[in-house]
């Protein structure tokens, strides 16, 4: 079976305010713009990254509880669903795994083989090649579902290709920047963009 590995937040969970807010406990001035833009890259190197110090016991006490009485992109869960009657799915991701199982469990998508979280590392694309060497699958039979220029370049770095979603942090434009496999707008879409190529 091929394998598709998904970004969480912005793909999966409508988390973009949820994140914002929780940046704004210590840069209140952050806007969104400001925000969308750092994951143009990873967002760690980001300058305001660099020069803040973040408490992260802070930061996720603000994030978990709103993340988890929130609700998935509508259709996602669905989409998720049936996407692993064919496929392994796993998910790379920032925020830290425990959370985002709980989530998954939640909203019925506990359909992941793998969630590699902050706590694994901090850089996508070795969190992306250890779930490639996990499952022993090249970068031909895989591909990332995001929704960030960041990520898609981070997947470039070791050969794999991505699948960009508008409904997330960035926006189309950005997001061609990065000449992804192919761009969806709707999650449903997603489903039959995936189902079309066959990876």
Same mark, same amino acid.
């Not at 996602?76 to 049936?82: A, D, H, I, K, T």
């Not at 019925?108 to 706590?119: N, P, Q, R, T, Y």
């Not at 070795?126 to 022993?136: P, R, S, T």
């Not at 770095?157 to 942090?169: D, N, P, R, S, Y």
């Given at each position: 079976?091929?394998?598709?590995?998904?970004?969480?937040?912005?793909?999966?969970?409508?988390?973009? !305010?949820?994140c914002l807010d929780a940046i704004r406990m210590f840069l209140?001035?952050?806007?969104?713009?400001?925000?969308?833009?750092?994951?143009?890259?990873?967002?760690?190197?980001?300058?305001?990254?660099?020069?803040t110090k973040i408490d992260e016991s802070v930061y996720y006490a603000s994030y978990d509880p709103a993340l988890l009485s929130s609700k998935p992109f509508d259709g996602?869960?669905?989409?998720?669903?049936?996407l692993a009657k064919s496929y392994r799915l796993s998910i790379v991701s920032s925020t830290p795994a425990p959370v985002i199982r709980e989530y998954l469990s939640k909203n019925?998508?506990?359909?992941?083989?793998?969630?590699?979280?902050?706590?694994t590392h901090q850089y996508k694309d070795?969190?992306? !090649?250890?779930?490639?060497?996990?499952?022993?699958s090249d970068t031909k039979d895989a591909v990332l579902v995001t929704d960030t220029?960041?990520?898609?370049?981070?997947?470039?770095?070791?050969?794999?290709?991505?699948?960009?979603?508008?409904?997330?942090? !960035?926006?189309?434009?950005?997001?061609m920047e990065g000449n992804p496999k192919m761009l969806v707008e709707a999650p449903k879409q997603l489903l039959e963009s995936i189902n079309f190529s066959a990876l």
């Open positions: 079976m091929k394998l598709i590995i998904f970004d969480f937040d912005g793909v999966i969970a409508d988390s973009f !305010q949820i209140p001035h952050m806007t969104a713009d400001r925000y969308r833009l750092a994951f143009s890259g990873n967002i760690r190197d980001a300058e305001w990254r660099k020069t996602m869960s669905q989409v998720v669903r049936e019925e998508m506990d359909v992941f083989e793998k969630v590699l979280g902050h706590e070795v969190k992306i !090649q250890l779930i490639l060497d996990d499952a022993k220029l960041g990520d898609i370049l981070e997947a470039r770095k070791i050969g794999l290709e991505a699948i960009a979603v508008t409904w997330g942090f !960035q926006r189309k434009e950005t997001l």
